[in-house]
């Protein structure tokens, strides 16, 4: 494997010090490869196979943004307190307090939000295997425009888009407001996320490969919202 260039690790660390800065955290480590938590969370890390040299310095810089924000904004005793154990629910959960974190912490920072932006089209290249895939378009999509967090999907997603969105929005239409109304407090943004994820029609269900009716008990629930 090469070594990196000099103006590679100079990126690199330009990046980890705006990233440090972002998060408040001198401390923070910031591996534009590998972030357990971020990653954890439905963060594609990987952006060696960017051959636009435009294109991967923005998605670098989406990766450093998003791994900072996590770290600033994110809870995770409170996040798996809440956590689904089936894949998919789980999956679609990570997303989108990922999603909550990043829509707190780039509020009036519109390169941040452009960053993070590229980034989101890059998570979701196709092709698309699985119903699963799809599902996660339409969730991040619909996260997003929930939290006011500019969004432009590619074709391809746009596509995707115009299979699901209308059924899933018409499942779950009068929950998405709420995202925004209780971004600030993780246990009770999770409750909605998870209201949401339980409310999509059998029908949608049955379309994706796992179970997303699984939740934390009431009592489990409130046990978290009360820590």
């Known amino acids: 494997m090469p070594e990196p260039s000099n103006s590679n690790l100079q990126s690199n660390l330009a990046l980890s010090t705006c990233a440090k800065a972002i998060a408040k955290d001198a401390a923070l480590s910031v591996d534009l490869d590998q972030s357990p938590t ?3 969370l439905g963060l594609t890390s990987t952006v060696g196979n960017i051959y636009n040299s435009d294109t991967k310095r923005t998605v670098k810089r989406g990766i450093s943004d998003a791994i900072a924000l996590v770290a600033a904004h994110h809870d995770d005793h409170i996040h798996s307190t809440y956590k689904p154990t089936s894949k998919l629910a789980q999956t679609l959960f990570n997303e ?4 909550r974190c990043e829509a707190t912490g780039a509020h ?6 452009s960053n993070l932006g590229v980034l989101w089209q890059y998570n979701f290249k196709p092709p698309y295997s699985s119903d699963s895939d799809q599902l996660r378009i339409v969730f991040t999509y619909l996260t997003k425009l929930a939290l006011k967090q500019p969004v432009s999907p590619t074709p391809a997603m746009q596509s995707v ?4 969105q209308e059924t899933i ?3 779950t239409s009068q929950l998405w407001p709420q995202l925004l109304a209780t971004c600030a407090t993780q246990s009770e943004y999770a409750q909605i996320s998870l209201a949401i ?14 179970n997303l009716s ?4 009431s009592e489990e629930q409130h046990a978290a919202s009360n820590e």
């Open 38 to 40: 971020a990653t954890q």
């Open 96 to 99: 989108m307090e990922r999603l």
């Open 108 to 113: 009036n920072r519109l390169g941040i939000k």
């Open 161 to 164: 888009l115009s299979q699901w």
């Open 169 to 171: 929005w018409n499942s």
């Open 197 to 210: 994820i339980a409310t999509i029609n059998e029908d949608t269900s049955n379309q994706a490969s796992g």
């Open 214 to 217: 699984d939740t934390p008990s």
